[in-house]
């Protein structure tokens, strides 16, 4: 399916963002590793740690990049508050990801609610 106008805007707005994003110290990142290149791939996002797992939801979902990365290899890291921690990332389609916004950081889901066109709901469960 063709992106957009509204796809293509977001998806150029998020690659200035998330450049800058990324850089910011205590910016919770996934890393995931490049389908094709091997090479680490990292991502700002939002979510929220509850116990060992780290739950968001992916705004795009399998348009997503980062999304098409986990189904090749969910072997990923996740930087909380500064730190890394290895996991397994799970994608949900089962799970109302509108649901699961309610129990994460209302600042992302801004975000995801404006201009996710299909959600997803990611887990991580956290092995360190």
Known sequence: MADTVRDRVTKTFQRYVNTVMRRVPFQTLLETTGRTSGEPRTTPLGGRRIGDQFWFVSEFGDKSQYIRNIQAD?????????????????????????????????????????????????RVDLID
């Open 74 to 122: 969910p072997s990923v890291r996740v930087r909380l508050k500064g730190r890394w921690h290895r996991g397994t990332a799970h994608l949900l389609p089962d799970d109302d990801a509108r649901a699961r916004m309610r129990s994460l950081p209302a600042l992302n889901n801004v975000g995801v609610r404006t201009f996710g066109t299909n959600l997803l709901t990611v």
